[in-house]
């Protein structure tokens, strides 16, 4: 992951930009991610300043997720600009969101969990195929058939709370 570390004490001060090619390989570093593989073009701008540094995020590209419908895989746009403030201090901090702190004396900073956060960020909530008719129909099928059978199942009453019931019908008759 050495390619994603910024030389911030090398910048002088003024705009710099960074290009990165996110691919398979990026997302293998993180092992118990969603995505496992895309393309996503990360161009990222730095502002630096005396005490702080503005980086600007832009993703571009896609990634391949599974379906919240049919759990089949399919590609998921990405187009994502994100700022994030880059203030020195006294240790590590995160002031907010979009506010990271580091010691005044560090002369790196890597990006490669930041660029990785806000491509998982960029996924949409509700995960599906754009067309249902792109969904794997055989998993659409046996769910529309035993979607029924599952609210069957649950009407009866659980065992443990049987006895229950019976008291209170005792207790209605008396």
Not at 164 to 170: G, I, V
């Amino acid at each position: 992951m050495h390619d994603y570390i910024l030389p911030i004490a090398g910048l002088s001060i003024g705009y710099h930009d960074f290009e990165f090619e996110i691919n398979d390989k990026f997302f293998d570093n993180f092992e118990f991610s969603e995505v496992k593989k895309g393309c996503v073009k990360v161009n990222l701008n730095v502002e630096k300043h005396e005490r702080e540094s503005i980086l600007t995020f832009n993703f571009s590209g896609s990634v391949f997720i599974a379906c919240d419908r049919c759990n089949d895989e399919y590609e998921q746009e990405i187009d994502n600009e994100v700022v994030i403030y880059l203030k020195y201090g006294h240790g590590y901090e995160e002031e907010s969101d979009d506010v990271i702190v580091i010691p005044s004396e560090e002369g790196e900073f890597d990006v490669s969990s930041l660029i990785y956060e806000y491509i998982i960020l960029s996924l949409p909530i509700h995960r599906v195929h754009q067309n249902i008719e792109d969904c794997n129909q055989e998993i659409i099928d046996y769910l529309e058939n035993n979607a029924n059978q599952v609210v069957e199942e649950t009407d009866d009453i659980d065992p443990r709370w049987k006895c229950l019931e019976e008291l209170r019908e005792k207790k209605d008759i008396n």
